[in-house]
């Protein structure tokens, strides 16, 4: 009975420590899952964070470009109206001498 006791206790020890084994296999491949997942976020987060950074990088060159262009056009619009009172004066001065040599003839 005695030896049939032992062989019962260390069959039960067996059975815990292989259940305790497979137990913390679990619990590590289960770790495992998660550092992946964790290492999988963290890329995809990296990717969206450089996508973004490209894309508000290009936004605010294509911004500077138009405000540029709109400075260019402005100018331009300024030259425009420049000359064009230049020459409605020089118009207004053709006149003025027109009629004085009218008056005078």
Do not use: M, N, P, Y
């Not at 062989?7 to 296999?25: M, N, Y």
Request: net charge negative; aromatic share 2%.
């Amino acid at each position: 009975g005695a030896a049939a006791a032992r062989e019962v206790q260390t069959l039960g020890r067996q059975a815990a420590d292989a259940a305790l084994a497979e137990s913390s296999a679990r619990e590590q491949d289960a770790r495992d899952q998660v550092d992946a997942l964790t290492a999988a976020v963290d890329s995809i987060e990296a990717e969206l964070r450089q996508s973004l950074d490209r894309e508000i990088a290009k936004q605010e060159s294509d911004g500077r470009e138009r405000a540029d262009e709109a400075e260019s056009r402005a100018a331009e619009r300024q030259a425009f109206a420049d000359e064009s009172k230049t020459l409605a004066a020089q118009v207004e001065e053709a006149r003025e001498k027109s009629a004085a040599w009218v008056e005078e003839s």
